[in-house]
């Protein structure tokens, strides 16, 4: 059974930072992307960042470029999300998810297998 389980969230004040770890099993890790979103209240799910399944390619949203890192660690079946210099306006929560592809993106549609999610909060 595919499983994405996100970890790493909670409250960091403006300026900090926190990393996100995205725990998969049940498939072939190597051959999917993965993508990481956020649903903020009220709004919709957005892509923030997106690796490829051979972590060569990265992709990410205009809003978080220079302060979002997404990597992978094929050997351990995780992908992280490192978020530096955190805004306010990044509360959200965020969603990994896996798409059986090589490139994958940012579109929340193109994604077949999602996470519960993982809450982050930016305040001071």
């Known amino acids: 059974q595919l499983q994405l389980v996100e970890s790493g969230g909670g409250l960091v004040q403006p300026g900090g930072s926190l990393r996100l770890s995205c725990a998969a099993s049940g498939f072939t890790f190597t051959r999917y992307a993965i993508g990481w979103f956020r649903q903020a209240p009220g709004k919709e799910r957005e892509g923030v960042s997106s690796i490829s399944s051979s972590g060569r390619n990265t992709y990410n949203a205009d809003s978080v470029k220079g302060r979002f890192t997404i990597s992978r660690d094929n050997a351990k079946n995780t992908v992280y999300l490192q978020m530096n210099s955190l805004k306010p306006e990044d509360t959200a929560i965020y969603y990994c998810?896996?798409?059986?592809?090589?490139?994958?993106?940012?579109?929340?549609?193109?994604?077949?297998?999602w996470g519960q999610g993982t809450q982050v909060t930016v305040s001071s």
């Open positions: 998810a896996a798409v059986r592809t090589s490139l994958g993106g940012l579109i929340p549609n193109d994604y077949d297998y």
